[in-house]
């Protein structure tokens, strides 16, 4: 079965451009996250879906960093402008609710602002 | 505000030996935890979880306890074996909803 895919696995990009990384979950999950990972911060929620629908973005830092979900299949989080901090390593997760808490994650998107 | 934490950033054991990894919690309403494992490039993978009205899950090698009263739990792996040489992420959720707060991870470096 297909985990979590996530692209690209590794983007590096200048200042001031945008940036946007795409996420297709386990097929038949209804909930869907993105995380960030840092070595100042660790692992933080950014947003999460369920049934496509944005229920928590409380941990999107800024205006720049913006999630969608158009359908259950496919979702991005676009950073613009993008600036150095916010270089880290993007998770997605999925799970599907129904069958408790455990979510599944992808390899991860790895990105550079230089 | 840190609801998770991992006090241990890393941990060395020899091969064979009990692997223990701590994790303590401040909010009274997680009542599902669960272990994470991330190897270098790649995802974090789940290891094995435990609920609330429970005190210990075992999966093979793994083993998690759950002290509510403390708000603290362990995993234990016994025997280490060099493969499980990664970061370990412990995370809780409540009741409603499955959204995971993640402690920040030790790193376990089992030496053969």
């Known amino acids: 079965d297909a985990g979590v895919i996530q692209s690209p696995r590794h983007e590096v990009t200048e200042m001031g451009q945008e940036v946007t990384l795409r996420c297709k979950p386990i097929?038949?999950?209804?909930?869907l996250f993105w995380y960030r990972q840092t070595m100042m911060r660790g692992l933080e929620l950014l947003i999460y879906?369920?049934?496509?629908?944005?229920?928590?973005d409380s941990g999107m830092p800024e205006d720049r960093f913006s999630a969608k979900m158009p359908n259950a299949s496919f979702s991005t989080l676009k950073i613009q402008p993008s600036e150095p901090r916010d270089s880290a390593v993007y998770f997605c997760?999925?799970?599907?609710?129904?069958?408790?808490?455990?979510?599944?994650f992808g390899e991860g998107s790895w990105l550079t602002v230089v | 505000d840190q609801q998770v934490k991992q006090n241990s950033p890393s941990l060395s054991v020899q091969e064979g030996r009990i692997s223990i990894l701590n994790c303590d919690y401040t909010?009274?309403?997680?009542?599902?935890f669960l272990w994470y494992k991330k190897y270098p490039a790649e995802g974090p993978t789940f290891l094995i979880s435990?609920?609330?009205?429970?005190d210990k899950n075992e999966d093979g090698r793994f083993t998690v306890f759950l002290n509510k009263s403390a708000k603290h739990l362990s995993l234990h792996i016994v025997p280490s074996q060099p493969g499980d040489s990664a970061v370990y992420f412990c995370?809780?959720?409540?009741?409603?909803?499955?959204?995971?707060?993640f402690g920040g991870g030790t790193r376990v470096l089992v030496k053969p």
């Open positions: 997760a999925s799970s599907l609710t129904e069958s408790g808490n455990t979510i599944y």
């Open positions: 995370a809780a959720s409540k009741a409603a909803g499955n959204k995971l707060t």
């Open positions: 435990i609920s609330s009205i429970k």
């Open positions: 097929s038949g999950h209804n909930s």
């Open positions: 879906f369920n049934n496509n629908v944005p229920i928590d």
């Open positions: 909010n009274s309403m997680f009542d599902y």
